[in-house]
């Protein structure tokens, strides 16, 4: 059974930094993707950003490029996402999600397992 489990949500200033984690669990190859994602109260879900293990590839919505960075260490587990020059905006509940295989977009729909969100909050 695949299990994912966030960590690294927050409290920070704008400008700020934060760096969150997904440790994923039952996955018995590195054929799989990766995907984080967020929901602000009263807001529709946003895809953020993905990173397929496999190949390493990644993608990023266009409102957190250049500030936000998906990366994986030797053992590609956890994945993390690095968040800089934060915004009182990217304040929300942030979700790791995964797939099997390469899925190089952040489409909710394809993803089939996910964590439990984190919470990250920019104060202005």
């Known amino acids: 059974e695949v299990q994912l489990v966030e960590s690294g949500g927050g409290l920070v200033q704008a400008g700020g930094s934060l760096r969150l984690a997904c440790a994923a669990a039952?996955?018995?190859?590195?054929?799989?993707?990766i995907g984080w994602f967020r929901q602000a109260p009263g807001k529709e879900p946003e895809g953020v950003s993905c990173?397929?293990?496999?190949?390493?590839?990644?993608n990023y919505t266009d409102s957190v490029k250049g500030r936000f960075t998906i990366s994986s260490d030797n053992a590609k587990n956890p994945v993390s996402l690095q968040m800089n020059s934060l915004k009182p905006e990217d304040t929300a509940v942030y979700y790791c999600?995964?797939?099997?295989?390469?899925?190089?977009?952040?489409?909710?729909?394809?993803?089939?397992?996910w964590g439990q969100g984190t919470q990250v909050t920019v104060s202005s």
């Open positions: 999600a995964a797939v099997w295989g390469v899925v190089p977009v952040v489409t909710m729909t394809l993803y089939e397992y």
């Open positions: 990173m397929s293990i496999s190949d390493g590839s990644t």
């Open positions: 039952g996955f018995t190859c590195d054929d799989y993707t």
